[in-house]
C-alpha cells in the first residue's frame, strides 16, 4: 500500500458541482500540502499545513478550501468547481526541521479531476 | 522572485548512453535545498535526488548525479546508462531551507529513451 494515498484517482464532475479530494498517509509526518499541476506549469502549491491546528494558503488557494482532520488525513475541497480547475491534483508530506533534514516531498498518486 | 527554468520541453536519448537534463535556479538566498523528481506516465511523483547549497560534493543515487554549479545557479540531472524505465517527465525544484514550505518547480523535461 502507498504511503500517501489519495481518493479517488480520477473524477469528472460538472461545473458548480462540490467536490472533496482526500489524502491521507502512514508516513507519520506533521507536513502535508496540496499541489496543483497543469501541463507547462509545473507544480503550484494550493495549500499547506503543519499540524492538526495550522493551514495556510499556498500560491493558487482561491477557489479551494481544506481541513486537516486529523495528523495523518488532509482534504482539498472546490466548493463550485468550474473548468480551468480541471488538472492533477496531488497531495504530499514532509518530515523533519529546517536545519536537520532534506526535508523531501513525498507524494500521493495523484486525482485528476475533469470540470465539464 | 525565486524561480526554476528547465529549458529543455523534451528530450531523447539512447539506451545505455549518458543524459543530461539542465536546471537553473535563480535565488538570492546563500542557503536552499534542490530537489529532483521523475514522474512516469502513470503519474506519480518520485524523490531521485537531493543536493544542499552548502554541499562540497555532488550528489549522487545510483545513475543518478547532480552536477551542482553554485556560482552559475545550474543544478543539471546526469543519468548514467540510460533504460527504457527512465523515459519520464523530470522536474527540478528548489527550497528554501529555513522554510520548509515553498518548493518552487520547473516546468519540465520530458525525456524519451530509445531502445
Known amino acids: 500500500d502507498a504511503d500517501v494515498t489519495q481518493t479517488p484517482r480520477n473524477r469528472i464532475t460538472k461545473t458548480g458541482k462540490r467536490i472533496m479530494l482526500e489524502c491521507s498517509q502512514t508516513?507519520?509526518?506533521?507536513?502535508m500540502y496540496w499541489y496543483r499541476q497543469d501541463p507547462g506549469l509545473g507544480l503550484r502549491l494550493i495549500y499547506y499545513?503543519?499540524?492538526?491546528?495550522?493551514?495556510n494558503k499556498g500560491e493558487i488557494s482561491d477557489g479551494y478550501s481544506v481541513s486537516r482532520q486529523a495528523q495523518a488525513k488532509f482534504s482539498l475541497s472546490l466548493e463550485s468547481a468550474i473548468p480551468n480547475q480541471t488538472a492533477l491534483y496531488f497531495c504530499?508530506?514532509?518530515?523533519?526541521?529546517?536545519?536537520?533534514?532534506?526535508?523531501?516531498?513525498?507524494f500521493g498518486e495523484g486525482s485528476r479531476l475533469t470540470v465539464l | 522572485a525565486q524561480k526554476i527554468t528547465q529549458t529543455q520541453p523534451g528530450m531523447f536519448v539512447q539506451e545505455k548512453e549518458a543524459v543530461t537534463l539542465d536546471c537553473t535556479y535563480d535565488?538570492?538566498?546563500?542557503?536552499?535545498?534542490l530537489f529532483w523528481y521523475k514522474q512516469p506516465s502513470s503519474g506519480e511523483m518520485i524523490f531521485l535526488i537531493y543536493?544542499?547549497?552548502?554541499?562540497?560534493q555532488n550528489a549522487t543515487e545510483g545513475r543518478y548525479s547532480l552536477n551542482f554549479q553554485k556560482a552559475r545557479k545550474s543544478a543539471n540531472l546526469v543519468i548514467s546508462a540510460s533504460q527504457l524505465g527512465d523515459s519520464a517527465m523530470y522536474f527540478c525544484?528548489?527550497?528554501?531551507?529555513?522554510?520548509?514550505?515553498?518548493?518552487?518547480f520547473g516546468s519540465g523535461t520530458k525525456l524519451n529513451v530509445k531502445p
Open positions: 504530499a508530506t514532509a518530515q523533519g526541521r529546517p536545519g536537520q533534514s532534506t526535508g523531501e516531498l513525498f
Open positions: 543536493q544542499g547549497s552548502y554541499d562540497e
Open positions: 508516513k507519520g509526518h506533521d507536513r
Open positions: 535565488t538570492s538566498d546563500q542557503s536552499y535545498g
Open positions: 525544484a528548489m527550497r528554501e531551507a529555513y522554510n520548509f514550505n515553498k518548493f518552487y
Open positions: 499545513s503543519f499540524d492538526v491546528k495550522d493551514i
